[in-house]
């Protein structure tokens, strides 16, 4: 068990274990090794996690919030003096490549702490003079805030959460995937070291049943949650029982649009990091290529040559460039959808099957002709698998590029400015790109549309969903009374 924490759990400034709570095992997806066990928070550890949190973050808030941006700068800092360890367990975690986690997992985490350490000591409220009269407004913290993490990325997804949330004053409670469970514990033992109050920041393992009960708990004002739509609906719903701010940040089967004059390289370039970089588990993925049938052929080519040069093997190895599925589970996921892509019709370009060795290694895969009522271009795959479908029409692809009930993330390729800007401002999705695919700056807001979600990380948006405004009338005069 090369990578077994102290404890299951990051409470009040310290590892705590409770091994009552059912086992869950850390597999090692390039080999199917165990690397750990840990426990899944029983309702007394969820209990400590909440009562510490809520303790802790009365004193919080009342601490300058530049104070407050210090230790998160100071966090960041640690993370970055600590990339290659942090990235070393990310790999373990997650099977992916380490050349992907040392350039965007502990230093994306390091990022979002950077930024809103900074942020912290900007935060204000407003004056808003009425004639003799004037209201103030004061930006308060919400409180104590759930977070609940997917397993791709779990650096990333506890410090976009931890960031903005402790910049504000909130104290928080995250709870890993149960697939990934090492990271942010991590991340827990940084922040205390950076001066953090115990108590801010706490970690709780389990599964679904564990996350449900921190949702639901009275103490708990937010809830912002990086999972499937499925999952998202279930949390949101209950979260609204108790009218608890949410930020969703769920699934996405986004469009990416190629059209005749699209610099080819560049386009596939975006073809490619849009689908296979995390062996594709990353959820604003352009998993619909649409290509217009002009350059069809060219571009079938060259991503066919460009995938057969994938260096697919042991994510721990520098040159690895693709890894394994994060699982078993999500493995046979992914294979279904092949299965399904195949006997439908599709017309497989490259890849399709199960690698013959040890881990759970899916070859990057192409399907070409596929068509808007296929499975694979209506659900969700979260595996390296593209599908691409012709267009001629630049109305006609938006309408199509639209036809989902997910609105995560949308791509443009051309050299036509006017047209990039014209076919963007028209689709439906919170994070698109023009001539590039997936990035994710700090900087800018992150989230979806429609069934991908509500609310944004990152950015100075993040703040308006982790503070909420006070606003104070001052009255200078006498009151009026009728009587
Ligand atoms: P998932 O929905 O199965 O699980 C997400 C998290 O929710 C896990 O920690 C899980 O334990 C927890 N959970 C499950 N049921 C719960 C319940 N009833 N109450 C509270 N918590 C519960 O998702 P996953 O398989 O871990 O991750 C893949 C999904 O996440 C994909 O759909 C992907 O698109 C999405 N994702 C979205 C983003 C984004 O920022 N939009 C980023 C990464 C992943």
Redesign the pocket.
Request: aromatic share 8%; with cysteine; proline share 4%.
């Given at each position: 068990m090369i990578a077994q924490p102290k404890a299951s759990h990051f409470i009040n400034g310290t590892y705590v274990e409770d091994t009552a709570g059912d086992a869950i095992p850390v597999i090692f997806a390039a080999t199917g090794e165990q690397l750990a066990t840990v426990h899944a928070g029983t309702p007394a550890i969820v209990e400590q996690a909440l009562a510490a949190a809520a303790e802790a973050q009365k004193e919080w808030a009342k601490w300058s919030p530049r104070d407050r941006g210090r230790v998160l700068t100071r966090a960041a800092q640690i993370i970055r003096d600590r990339n290659e360890e942090l990235s070393q367990l990310e790999t373990l975690d997650t099977g992916k490549p380490i050349q992907e986690t040392r350039v965007a997992d502990a230093t994306s985490g390091a990022d979002a702490l950077e930024y809103f350490g900074g942020l912290a000591g900007t935060l204000t409220g407003e004056h808003i003079p009425l004639g003799e009269d004037w209201v103030y407004t004061v930006r308060e913290p919400l409180g104590v805030c759930v977070g609940?993490?997917?397993?791709?990325?779990p650096t990333q997804?506890a410090c976009w959460k931890a960031a903005p949330a402790l910049a504000c004053g909130n104290a928080m409670v995250f709870?890993?995937?149960?697939?990934t469970p090492l990271c942010a514990l991590k991340i827990a033992e940084i922040l205390i070291e950076a001066g953090l109050p115990k108590g801010v920041f706490n970690v709780v393992q389990?599964?679904?049943?564990?996350?449900?009960q921190?949702?639901s708990d009275p103490r708990v004002e937010k809830v912002s949650?990086?999972?499937?739509?499925?999952?998202?609906k279930?949390?949101y719903a209950?979260a609204a029982a108790e009218m608890k701010h949410v930020t969703m940040?769920?699934?996405?089967k986004s469009p990416m649009i190629v059209f005749e004059d699209a610099d080819i390289e560049n386009a596939v370039g975006g073809a490619i990091l849009g689908n296979f970089y995390s062996s594709g588990?990353?959820?604003?993925n352009g998993t619909r290529v649409f290509v217009h049938s002009a350059i069809k052929d060219k571009f079938l080519k060259r991503l066919a040559e460009r995938s057969a040069q994938a260096i697919i093997g042991d994510p721990r190895e520098d040159a690895t460039s693709i890894g394994p599925m994060v699982s078993e589970t999500?493995m046979d996921i992914v294979l279904d959808y092949i299965a399904k892509g195949k006997s439908e019709g599709a017309r497989l370009i490259c890849g399709g099957e199960r690698l013959d060795r040890d881990g759970f290694f899916i070859a990057p895969t192409v399907f070409a002709d596929v068509t808007d009522d296929m499975t694979i271009a209506r659900e969700?795959i979260?595996g390296p698998v593209m599908a691409v479908l012709d267009f001629d029409d630049e109305a006609e692809v938006i309408a199509r590029a639209n036809g989902t009930e997910f609105g995560?993330s949308a791509g443009v390729f051309t050299k036509d400015i006017q047209r990039a800007h014209r076919v963007i401002g028209q689709l439906q999705a919170g994070s698109c790109f023009i001539n590039s695919y997936n990035d994710a700056p700090v900087e800018a807001p992150?989230?979806?549309v429609k069934a991908?979600?509500v609310g944004r990380?990152n950015s100075k948006q993040a703040i308006e969903h982790y503070s909420q405004m006070k606003s104070v009338y001052v009255r200078m005069g006498d009151v009026e009374a009728p009587f």
């Open positions: 609940i993490g997917a397993w791709n990325y997804i709870k890993p995937s149960e697939t389990g599964m679904g049943a564990t996350g449900a921190l949702v949650l990086t999972g499937s739509v499925p999952t998202g279930k949390v209950a940040e769920l699934g996405g588990q990353i959820c604003s999500q969700e979260f995560l992150f989230g979806g991908s979600g990380e």
